[in-house]
């Protein structure tokens, strides 16, 4: 909390590692809180997490945190917390809510909201309206939510009693709230960060944590697949507007005439004129100077437009028809584009602005359908816009083994600090936090910005409630790794299963297992089936595995719990980056033991990865070993610390690979710390003794500990009490014994460190049952 305040005293940025389940969310939120409230002028806290549960849980702590601070200070504070989630999560529609996919649910969300819907009611047309929506414009915009703190579940709550729409509700008070907390994706994604989050003033801070896989998100949110299918739907989604526009032009040609004089006017005009919840396209990040330009000539009509676009969309198809792989930067790809259809750089940058601004003019409700060729003007702006720093590969395969054509153009970013540059620069703090971060240096150089703290914390036990054990070989003394050339070896296999089976007999009800890949894991089950190894562990526990569906996952995670909850004790086998080892807790009985078994790296075959890695050796000087290791050993981390959520919670944390003997100084400090040296070369035999020993350990009554264990604050005041009382009663004895004069250093009048003062005083000081100073206080008397 000292080092935030530094960092937002000094107006600047920060990256903190905190260990999991030491209160990372809670200490942010109170220092930050209280320097919001001390300072009058008005800084918002722009709170990002990265799932749906983590947002929930942090808005829960601020609830708490505020609950408290009234308690203490004797009134309630004038004081608003909001979490802002998509359409699908918050809405109250009885027909739109039992929508199952997200992009259903936003699209007939619009067709009930947009102000041309609105329009055509007023004008007696049969058209239905939300409810809920309508009712917003009847309410004062600054107190749609009264001030306080809101869960989802509270804000559904509050809007149902009041018939108000959550989700534009939670959007319009944005303005008014102290604090906001939502996904990355609404700060970092600049298709999303335009409409939600423009608004926002400098003096905002903004707090990112998990931030572990930040530099992915923001690669991500800047990066687009096209394939051939894509590229169909598209070509049908043009000829569909090309027959709304010539309906348009015999029903009403005025409204089509007066959105090219918006145009001529230029972009920044018609930005300020639409309303941002009418809209199902956004922008991916235009530089403010094209903004004010006008749209180029050829692209203004409508028809002109479509045109532009069905030969755009053409030449796309043309390029898939390849063989081999293709691999090109955007300018070599925009040379060949002009030199085959004449199309130029300029009317590409304004595709997605120009195709929204269509789709507005023409009151399109369902526009699921442009949504493919959404994609396409998307992919036109970006590619128009940025020269640095992103690659176009065009693979003809979907993946190594396929045999069919299936092609896919990636345009792929390489470049994390391009989306998250206006985030650094227009942000006075930016705090960067996780539990798994080492080693720090890297997320400034990938991601280019200065640190005023970069700092790494040790936890403050009072036992060791983890244990972290490397196991090298195996009970035969066969070394064990994921390595890629021995990680099929049956002897490798049958040891990996050996370890499950006997922590899945030494473990109390959960257990987690994490994999480098669905691949591996895929293989390695299929070998245990066959030498009975799965047989044996369905002895002491259910098996439950993780798949890339997530409704099967959610089902399985559910039987897991009701598993661990009854007694029956289960083990999950999931993988590293899969959903489960990023946002979900398996606190307490959850998970007593996490096993690793490998190094999670990326597939380095990936043609993506490969240009990422040479981008980050050109232009950051990173190695593409130190990345591809820092990258494994980050997620690998990040499982480790699913098992331990708390200050009463316990856990093994073991990583089975015998790289991991040489790799142990990257994981995070606190981790690093807690690992005695005789526990990083073990064997199966060896780390199953170890264990036991450990839950024998944890499951004893823990003795108080004066100054470890927790305390209240009468027991904090009465400690500072002894704690003065011990330095006067030193500080007595120094003078008189060495016949100084007062303020004369500890070890006579002759000076001296402080650190040379003789302790011999100190069991009388025992007797008084107070604690002996240390050297720093001694120093600090002194």
Known sequence: MTDLKRTL???GH????MPSGTGKTVSLLSLIVAYQLSFPEPRKLIYCSRTMSEIEKALAELKALMAYRAKELGYVEEFRGLGLTSRKNLCLHPSVKREKRGEVVDARCRSMTAGFVKEKKARGEDVELCVYHDNLDLLEPHNLVPPGVYTFD???????????????????????CNVIIYSYHYLLDPKIADRVSKEFSKDCIVVFDEAHNIDNVCIESLSIDLTEDSLRKAARGASNLEKKITEMKASDAT?????????????????????AEESFMTNPVLPDDLLKEAVPGNIRRAEHFVAFLKRFVEYLKTRMKVLHVISETPASFLKHLKDLTYIERKPLRFCAERLQSLVRTLELANVEDYLPLQEVATFATLVATYEKGFLLILEPFESEAAKVPNPVLHYTCLDAS????PVFDRFSSVIITSGTLSPLEMYPRMLQFDTVVQESYTMTLARRSFLPLIITRGSDQVAISSRFEIRNDPSVVRNYGNILIEFAKITPDGMVVFFPSYLYMESIISMWQGMGILDEVW??????????DSQETSLALETYRTACSNGRGAVMLCVA???VSEGIDFDHHYGRTVLCIGIPYQYTESRILKARLEFLRENFRIKENDFLSFDAMRHAAQCLGRVLRGKDDYGIMVLADKRYGRKRNQLPRWINQAMMESDTNMSTDMAVAAGKKFLRTMAQRMEEKDGISTWTLEELMEHQRKQKVG???????RDGDNGAGPGAPPGGSGGGDADEYDYSDEEELMKMDIDPPTAAQVRAAA
């Open 9 to 11: 005293d000094a107006g």
């Open 14 to 17: 920060c990256v903190l590692e």
């Open 154 to 176: 509270s804000l559904m709550k509050y809007c149902e009693k009041t018939t108000q729409c959550p989700y534009f509700s939670a959007r319009r008070m944005m303005p008014f």
């Open 255 to 275: 409204k089509l005439q007066n959105e090219y004089q918006k145009l001529v006017d230029g972009l920044r005009e018609e930005e300020e004129r639409r309303e």
């Open 418 to 421: 391009i989306a998250i540059k």
């Open 539 to 548: 002895k002491y526990k259910l098996l439950l595995v993780e798949t890339p």
């Open 577 to 579: 980056r899969g959903k």
């Open 727 to 733: 330095l006067e009663r030193m500080e007595e004895v």
